[in-house]
Structure formats: C-alpha cells, structure tokens
C-alpha cells in the first residue's frame, strides 16, 4: 500500500468507522507518470444514514480537502449497510480520458 493509499484508509477509518472500506489505487490504469493520482472509495458506514449523497460527497470532499490538491481523481461510491447489501458492490470505474497510456 503506497503512502496516499493508506493515508486515505487511515482517515477514513477514524472519520467514519466503515463496515466495509476499500481504497484502490487506480493511477496505474491512467496516462502519465503519477503514480498516486487516482483513487476509487468505496465506504459503507451507518454513519451516511441521514445524508443524502451529495453530503456524503461534501463530507469525504471536506475531510480531504487538503489532499484533492494532490490527486487528479477521486471516485466516491459511499453506501449505508442496507444499500450495500442491496447493490452488493460497487460500479467498476471508466477509463482515463485525459489521453492514451503508453
């Protein structure tokens, strides 16, 4: 796990006590020479019961804000423990349009 990923997935962990947190380091699937640029969340916390999902967005925007300097990409698929038992897992994510990786 790189230094960003596990940063990720510490303040995560403290902010929202997850019952299921994955944090995947997607820069290898880009174009370029970063190599901790994109990220994929996907957080299931009761903690998001009474948010809509643009707050759980705002909320994990707000608790990163600082990093989102740093990072070109940051997919969020956050979930309560009903909705992910529901969707049981989460959308892949699409390829990187910011041109051809080479």
């Not at 962990?13 to 820069?27: D, F, G, K, Q, R």
């Not at 909705?83 to 897992?89: D, F, S």
Request: proline share 3%; hydrophobic share 35%; glycine share 4%.
């Amino acid at each position: 796990m790189n230094n960003m990923q596990q940063h990720l997935t510490e303040q995560l962990t403290t902010a929202l006590s997850p019952i299921h947190l994955e944090v995947i380091n997607e820069s290898n699937n880009h174009s370029g020479t970063a190599t901790e640029s994109h990220f994929k969340l996907v957080v299931v916390s009761d903690y998001f019961s009474d948010f809509k999902l643009i707050d759980r967005h705002r909320f994990i925007n707000q608790l990163f804000k600082e990093e989102l300097t740093h990072i070109h990409a940051l997919a969020m698929h956050t979930y309560t423990s009903g909705e992910w038992q529901m969707k049981n897992g989460a959308p892949t994510s699409p390829q990187c349009a910011g041109g051809s990786k080479s």
